[in-house]
């Protein structure tokens, strides 16, 4: 039995870097674009402008060397072009993550230079006609790479809008081929704390894992991540491959996945082992369910100053609703 720390402040909002820091220094970008404070920005050792251009060397360094390169950008898929909401600025996106491999705090950008994204390979195993595990350039090869727009909503109530490249999750299931008698699909994260040092903090459940009903991924929502912005993604997304449910709180997108494990028992999952009263399995976003210590009937966009309504299901209601119809008794929105 894993022994954790106190709960109290192993949250992941308590965690986090202060707002505060994080926009100051996109104002101070501003400031510096807008002219009116060029003086304080010369002045700095590191401005914030130029941290702009090294996040931008990064990301852009990690997609040209990456062995897919040549399948961007893919072809939009014109269903889902637009998310209703301004798309995010690249640079706003790659420096805000959470990946706690990397540490628990959100500006993780720098250390996650360090995840080894090849070699790599994604085992399939459980309830599937054969098990398997496949190089991650012959998997992503054999898939039709597409881009969608979507929303991203974490619990902790700031938004963002992505780019993002990759193909249907369903196409990931018929891929395991699973048996008819499998229910879930479950996902983990790799295990090295060698390489990603939060995997030292012995109280958190490693590997991240999380989980899915088979109708669930089977919705053609669900996305397996493999590029943003055009581009394979840099590590801080979670390369070379990841989950977006994009109905879900962020913490059900599992990123850097290695295993995928078809099941009829509904997975333990990272958050909601840690913190059961807090982060449940299905996780749907609802404005009018609060999260235990704080309301989830707004949303801070990221990049701008602005504060939204939340929306049942992220705005995606139509889509998946369907999906919980008789099932009044889960828990379905924590
Ligand atoms: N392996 C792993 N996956 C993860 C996390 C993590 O810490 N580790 N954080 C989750 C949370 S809480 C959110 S909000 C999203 C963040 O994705 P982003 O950094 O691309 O915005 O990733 C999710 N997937
Ligand atoms: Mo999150």
Request: a negative charge; charged letters at 20%; glycine letters at 6%.
């Given at each position: ?16 870097t ?10 101070l ?16 050792p590191f ?9 931008i ?11 897919t ?23 706003d996106?790659a ?34 006609e ?15 790479l597409?881009?969608?727009?979507y ?7 700031w938004?963002?809008?992505?780019p ?11 891929f ?55 581009k ?30 078809l099941?009829?028992?509904r ?26 210590r ?7 966009v ?10 049942l299901?992220?705005?995606y209601?139509e ?16």
């Amino acid at each position: 039995m894993l022994i954790k720390a106190p709960r109290a402040w192993e949250l992941p909002e308590r965690l986090a870097t202060p707002e505060s820091v994080y926009l100051n220094r996109r104002e101070l970008a501003k400031g510096i674009a807008a002219g009116s404070i060029i003086a304080a920005g010369a002045a700095a050792p590191f401005s914030s402008a130029s941290a702009d251009d090294a996040v931008i060397e990064q990301v852009n360094g990690q997609a040209a060397a990456d062995p897919t390169a040549d399948l961007y950008p893919a072809q939009m898929n014109a269903a889902y072009s637009d998310a209703g909401r301004p798309i995010t600025a690249e640079v706003d996106n790659a420096t805000y993550n959470n990946f706690y491999e990397f540490g628990s705090h959100k500006q993780i950008w720098q250390r996650a230079e360090d995840l080894q994204r090849r070699p790599w390979a994604v085992t399939f195993d459980g309830m599937v006609e054969e098990e398997k595990t496949v190089d991650i350039d012959t998997l992503i090869r054999s898939m039709q790479l597409e881009e969608r727009v979507y929303r991203h909503r974490c619990v902790e109530a700031w938004s963002m809008v992505i780019p993002w490249t990759g193909f249907p999750l369903s196409a990931l299931v018929d891929f395991a081929r699973p048996l008819g008698s499998a229910k879930y699909v479950v996902f983990q994260t790799f295990e090295d704390p060698d390489m990603a040092p939060g995997q030292s903090q012995f109280w958190y459940p490693w590997p991240y894992t999380e989980g899915v009903t088979v109708a669930e991924a089977e919705n053609d929502l669900g996305f397996i991540v493999t590029g943003t912005y055009g581009k394979p993604m840099a590590n801080q997304f979670g390369a070379p491959l990841r989950l977006h449910l994009p109905w879900k709180y962020g913490f059900k997108s599992i990123k850097s996945i290695v295993r995928v494990t078809l099941t009829d028992e509904r997975p333990m999952t990272f958050w909601e082992e840690l913190v059961p009263s807090e982060y449940g399995f299905w996780a749907n976003v609802n404005p009018e369910v609060d999260h235990p210590r704080w309301s989830q009937a707004t949303e801070r966009v990221l990049g701008t100053s602005d504060r939204i309504p939340t929306e049942l299901y992220n705005g995606y209601a139509e889509q998946v609703a369907g999906l919980y119809e008789g099932m009044e008794g889960e828990r379905l929105f924590l």
